[in-house]
Nanobody, 125 residues
């Protein structure tokens, strides 16, 4: 089991910045990837950024140049630095972690996915 706790959301004016944090606990050694998704009211959950345990990161095109994902080493804490925020960035931001565990030499991998409860980001004048 992995538990994820997000923090850092809030109300910010357009053009402002926020830094979200996601702290993982539990079997963090099994984490292979961590990431951030967002979900605006009435819309589906959408990937924002991911980072692997080896540090390979990905940001969706609409956020490139404004958002940066970091951390994830040792599967403990991942950050999302959000700059030049826009009204359309308003959403609940959720932390995600994927784990992989091989229980025995001849066993298949067991892959699990975990979610935090989310933190609200509101961009408004």
């Amino acid at each position: 089991q992995v538990q994820l706790v997000e923090s850092g959301g809030g109300l910010v004016q357009p053009g402002g910045s926020l830094r979200l944090s996601c702290a993982a606990s539990g079997r963090t050694s099994r984490i292979t990837d961590m990431g951030w998704y967002h979900q605006a009211p009435g819309k589906e959950r959408e990937l924002v950024a991911t980072i692997s345990s080896s540090g390979v990161s990905h940001i969706i095109d609409s956020k490139k140049g404004r958002f940066t994902i970091s951390g994830g080493n040792a599967g403990n804490t991942v950050y999302l630095q959000m700059n030049s925020l826009k009204a359309e960035d308003t959403a609940v931001y959720l932390c995600n972690a994927k784990t992989r565990f091989v229980p025995c030499i001849e066993c298949q991998s067991i892959v699990r996915e975990y979610w935090g409860q989310g933190t609200q980001v509101t961009v408004s004048p």
